[in-house]
T-cell receptor, first 117, second 114 residues
Framework: GAVVSQHPSRVICKSGTSVKIECRSLDFQATTMFWYRQFPKQSLMLMAT?????????EQGVEKDKFLINHASLTLSTLTVASAHPEDSSFYIC?????????????FGPGTRLTVL | QQPVQSPQAVILREGEDAVINCSSSKALYSVHWYRQKHGEAPVFLMILLKGGEQKGHDKISASFNEKKQQSSLYLTASQLSYSGTYFCGTEPHYSGAGSYQLTFGKGTKLSVIP
């Protein structure tokens, strides 16, 4: 199946630091990628939909100025957590859909665990 | 709106069967099932796209009743490797600008013991 990578897998930073997370589709093109956040023992919550070449669509309650998304190419989307605070600590997961297929499957990356001290 | 999954948790002995349900208050276009192990990303199991559709591979199958806006995941002759949290993700009919967006249920924790 298709592979989605995320980098870094784990990051620990001080409060006030900005953190950048990369999501790459390794063997397919993805015009649309999705960013989720998952707190311990909870479900995946969609934060935003990232569209190649256009602005991301944010879910209600997600601050677009805090969670900056850039989808510069068909294989790369980045999420930048600006001025991270301890409450931003979470498991961030991206997913991507193969633009060339009619199938609706979303391929998930391995996730990035962010800890803000 | 978030789909409702039931049960919240289930404990099985190896070889036993289980059913996990997912229901939505909205008309659905598709239902996706994933399994997630602790600390890892969700792993895709299957998608169901049309009313009354059933799918399966190995000993895991699922059904989708479009009219009732419900889907069920069936695990038969469970194995230790089936342990994890199962999530259903629903895509509403006519997603519009948010095409292919999924809303996930709270999950069902399945524990298979020897």
């Amino acid at each position: 199946g298709a592979v989605v990578s995320q980098h870094p897998s784990r990051v620990i930073c001080k409060s006030g630091t900005s953190v950048k997370i990369e999501c790459r589709s390794l063997d397919f093109q993805a015009t649309t990628m999705f960013w989720y956040r998952q707190f311990p023992k909870q479900s995946l919550m969609l934060m935003a939909t990232s569209n190649e070449g256009s602005k991301a669509t944010y879910e209600q309650g997600v601050e677009k100025d805090k969670f900056l998304i850039n989808h510069a190419s068909l294989t790369l989307s980045t999420l930048t957590v600006a001025s991270a605070h301890p409450e931003d600590s979470s498991f961030y997961i991206c997913s991507a859909r193969d633009s060339g297929l009619l199938d609706y499957e979303q391929f998930f990356g391995p996730g990035t665990r962010l800890t803000v001290l | 709106q978030q789909p409702v999954q039931s049960p919240q948790a289930v404990i099985l002995r190896e070889g036993e069967d289980a059913v996990i349900n997912c229901s939505s208050s909205k008309a659905l276009y598709s239902v996706h099932w994933y399994r997630q192990k602790h600390g890892e990303a969700p792993v895709f199991l299957m998608i169901l796209l049309k009313g009354g559709e059933q799918k399966g591979h190995d000993k895991i199958s699922a059904s989708f009743n479009e009219k009732k806006q419900q889907s069920s995941l069936y695990l038969t002759a469970s194995q230790l490797s089936y342990s994890g949290t199962y999530f259903c993700g629903t895509e509403p009919h006519y997603s519009g600008a948010g095409s292919y967006q999924l809303t996930f249920g709270k999950g069902t924790k399945l524990s298979v013991i020897p």
